[in-house]
Nanobody, 125 residues
């Protein structure tokens, strides 16, 4: 299981960085993504980074504010969130691509199979 950390309560306009790692497997040959789920809403795609780290993809709602990255030496993925808005409030989940060495864009939940338990991010107005 992936383990997310770094969530918390922040004021609008503030920043947070969430992290995702696991001791159960090596992640460097898999693309990874962040999703989020607000109360009463479906889980939605936030960002993706390919296994090589060469390409990143973002939801329109976070583009220019969030940055996904990875450190394969630490077996960890990150999501740096700046200029946070109250509508960013959600539980944030990281996930591993279903297919090893798959590049390109993939935004559906079904394309990922290894999930964390989530970390709560709350943005106050």
């Amino acid at each position: 299981q992936l383990v997310e950390s770094g969530g918390g309560l922040v004021q609008a306009g503030g920043s947070l960085r969430v992290s995702c790692t696991t001791s159960e497997r090596t992640l460097d040959s898999y693309s990874m993504a962040w999703f989020r789920q607000a109360p009463g809403k479906e889980r939605e795609f936030v960002a993706r980074i390919t296994w090589s780290g060469d390409s990143t993809y973002y939801a329109d709602s976070v583009k220019g504010r969030f940055t996904i990255s990875r450190d394969n030496a630490k077996n960890t993925a990150y999501l740096q969130m700046n200029s946070l808005k109250p509508e960013d409030t959600a539980v944030y989940y990281c996930a591993v691509d279903l297919v090893r060495y798959r590049s390109g864009d993939s935004r559906g939940v079904a394309g990922y199979y290894y999930w964390g338990q989530g970390t709560q991010v709350t943005v106050s107005s």
